[in-house]
């Protein structure tokens, strides 16, 4: 590994941990320019009800109590600007879809095989896209849950080979069936749910399974190829139905020994077989969350390893959150800030295990976060698939994307377009800089109509498509004067408007009222003996500009814009 990359590393941590000792850690690290593409991700267990959902669907108020819990969830991602959800779908060979494979987990309604009556995967895509969320279906892989779980007995009526340990009973790898058994559940997924990936966890040969004996085939190549095969056949079902879904793993944090630092016998490659740096080079995986659950020398010069083996795929650190509750382990706030930063440095995203020690905000993590991410980021786009630009929105009418600016400030925008997402930017300055993160207002917004609550007067929106892929195209850029949003707010009781005081001093022949896209609909000329209002009882209710005009002069004056609302 390159020994400058880990020297500036170390570097790193001492002066973030100077930092730190003099309480200027967020002054001097937070505010470092923000990316505008960067994977902020969470995983959201659904394995004995650890992190979602704590109540069962069991009545129909029960329904509504699980979703409401998942809302609430999502809303606070939100607020943190995450942009990336890791639902557990596939649990322990059941599922919280229904399945035509497996059987429902009993987190839903404390029953195996229980039948919650309704169906919580469709409801967590729709609520994390109306979020502009990713969300991904994790898959848990080897594991089919205890002994005698109807999962893994209904696994072992299939025909499959399992093996238990003290921590569950997990399929055999070896399994020559395990490859097309796992490819149809993340098929059936794919081509049920608009997710936007699938995560797979655990894909490699459980702890505590033996060692290779190096007899009839039984060595590490075979093995690894084993867990390959099984990547690959996923790899070809999901693609084949939907290219654009994001395949990904949750690996052994560190993928194999370094030259000066040892995985200390627990690593990816040769421990549990899981070849991940060779699936990003293969292209077989588009994003790696290696599980990163060690300190210090067992954190940082692993996490260079995976990025200077990514390929340029996406890698996101997998964060061990959980070490933050003192029951779990005894790490303090500052050793895991200090990993995201780093990380961040390094170009990798984050993802932290698990929801829970996140949202219960365990020595202010949650309040970091939200520091941390101040402004909202895209997910990376998977240009070694597709990175063709997308045709840019166009205007719904005039050369402006505010239509409507309601009573208490709020601005509707509209465009025309058929791109599956739209991101929307606001600036003080004009053209709106796409490319600076602090712009962007919505990500991932799924329609052609947005209304944007608490918009500042004096702004300026700029819109782009995004495809499945996530190539943002051209930004379309509301073409107009600056005086036009810096104009007055015009009273009016729906009958009359009041004109301002300074307007009596201009040469003035007539008023036209234009509609916010900037077309004439009404003209009124001025009356002498009526110079403090216009009559405007004939409009309907909307949002207006008036212009003044100078017939003699040829000139015209934008007097302000009003709003109707009776």
């Known amino acids: 590994m390159n020994k400058k990359i880990i020297t500036l590393i170390l570097l790193s941590c ?21 990316k505008k593409r960067e994977t902020r991700a969470v995983w959201l267990t659904t394995l004995n009800n650890l992190d979602w959902p704590t109540t069962f669907a069991n009545s129909a108020e029960g329904i509504e109590r699980q979703k409401q819990e998942l809302i609430d969830i999502l809303d606070k991602y939100v607020a943190a600007n995450i942009n990336t959800v890791l639902l557990q779908t ?43 969320l990713e969300i991904h279906a994790w898959i848990a892989a080897m594991p089919v849950g205890a002994a005698k779980s109807l999962g893994c007995r209904l696994m072992k009526q299939k025909g499959f080979s399992i093996r238990s340990f003290a921590t569950g009973a997990y399929v055999n790898p070896e399994d020559p069936k395990i490859a097309g058994y796992l490819g149809e559940i993340c098929a059936e997924i794919t ?8 995560n797979l966890d655990y894909i490699r040969y459980p702890d505590g399974w033996p060692y290779p004996t190096y007899r009839n085939g039984d060595t590490p190549e075979a093995r690894r190829e084993n867990i390959t095969n099984i990547v690959r056949e996923i790899h070809y079902r999901v693609k084949k139905l939907k290219p654009w879904v994001k395949i990904s793993c949750s690996p052994i944090g560190k993928y194999d020994d370094l030259n000066r630092y040892s995985s200390k016998n627990y690593n990816a490659k040769n421990r549990v077989s899981q070849d991940a740096q060779l699936w990003v080079k293969t292209r077989i995986m588009d994003q790696l969350y290696p599980m990163q659950y060690w300190r210090g020398d067992n954190y940082y010069p692993f996490s260079a390893d995976w990025v200077e083996n990514s390929n340029g795929h996406d890698i996101i650190s997998g964060l061990g959150t959980y070490f933050l509750d003192p029951r779990e382990g005894n790490w ?24 829970k020690f996140l949202l219960d905000n365990r020595q202010g993590v949650y309040n970091f976060e939200k520091r941390f991410n101040a402004v909202p980021a895209l997910t990376p786009a998977l240009t070694w698939i597709s990175s063709r630009k997308p045709k840019a929105p166009t205007y719904v009418q005039g050369n402006s994307v505010v239509t409507l600016i309601g009573a208490q400030g709020a601005k509707t925008i509209r465009w025309k377009g058929n791109s599956p997402y739209y991101n929307i ?6 053209p709106v800089d796409v490319k600076d993160p602090r712009n962007l207002v919505m990500a991932r917004f799924q329609g052609t109509s947005f209304v944007h609550q608490g918009a500042k007067h004096q702004q300026h929106y700029a819109i782009t498509a995004m495809d499945r892929y996530g190539n943002e195209s051209d930004a379309l850029q509301s073409v107009f004067e600056k005086e036009d949003f810096e104009s007055r707010l015009l009273t009016n009781d729906g009958e009359t408007i009041a004109l301002p005081e300074d307007l009596n001093a201009m040469d003035i022949d007539y008023f036209t009222v234009e509609t916010m896209q900037g077309n004439t609909i009404m003209k009124i000329y001025y009356v002498a003996s009526h110079h403090d209002t216009l009559n405007i009882y004939s409009l309907k209710n909307g949002t207006y500009r008036l212009r003044a005009h100078s017939a003699k002069r040829k000139v015209s004056h934008k007097v302000g814009y009003f709003f109707i609302k009776r």
């Open 14 to 34: 001492f002066i973030i941990n100077c930092f730190a000792q003099t309480n200027e850690i967020f002054i001097n690290w937070d505010t470092k320019p923000f």
């Open 332 to 355: 303090g706030l500052e050793e895991l800030t200090r990993q995201m930063h780093v990380s961040r440095w390094l170009g990798m995203g984050h993802a932290h295990f698990r929801s």
């Open 90 to 132: 596939r649990v322990r060979a059941a599922t919280i879809y229904p399945s035509v494979i497996e059987p429902w987990d009993k987190c839903l309604t404390g029953r195996e095989n229980g039948n919650p009556n309704y169906d919580p995967l469709a409801f967590a895509v729709e609520e994390c896209h109306k979020r502009g």
């Open 191 to 198: 081509r049920n749910y608009d997710i936007d990936g699938i």
């Open 425 to 430: 930017y606001m600036s003080s300055s004009h």
